[in-house]
Nanobody, 123 residues
Framework: QVQLVESGGGLVQAGGSLRLSCAASRRTFSSYAMGWFRQAPGKEREFVAAINWSGGTTLYADSVKGRFTISRDNAKTTVYLQMTSLKPEDTAVYYC????????????????WGQGTQVTVSS
């Protein structure tokens, strides 16, 4: 099991940028694939991005391709989500998640989740 703590959320104007961080507790962090998901009020949790253990493979939801970048630093046991050209529809609580194996867009495949960080994009 790995404990995850997200940070970096906040209020930003449309067109702005934010970088989310997710710090993991385990020293075996490098064996985990990591994902970012988000949940807006009244909506189901949706996939945003995922990355494999080395950072060599990434997945993105169509809605964020070209605007968001996922990356990781295994030495710091941290995964990042750089968000640019933010839109009001990106407003949500953002969660990071970990799983052993390959990255996936399916949230049930992730066994460990953080508490989330709020991102609000004003128009």
């Amino acid at each position: 099991q790995v404990q995850l703590v997200e940070s970096g959320g906040g209020l930003v104007q449309a067109g702005g940028s934010l970088r989310l961080s997710c710090a993991a507790s385990r020293r075996t962090f490098s064996s985990y694939a990591m994902g970012w998901f988000r949940q807006a009020p009244g909506k189901e949790r949706e996939f945003v991005a995922a990355i494999n253990w080395s950072g060599g493979t990434t997945l993105y939801a169509d809605s964020v391709k070209g605007r968001f970048t996922i990356s990781r630093d295994n030495a710091k046991t941290t995964v990042y989500l750089q968000m640019t050209s933010l839109k009001p529809e990106d407003t949500a609580v953002y969660y990071c998640a970990a799983r052993v194996g390959i990255p996936s867009s399916k949230s049930p495949l992730y066994g460990d989740w953080g508490q989330g960080t709020q991102v609000t994009v004003s128009s």
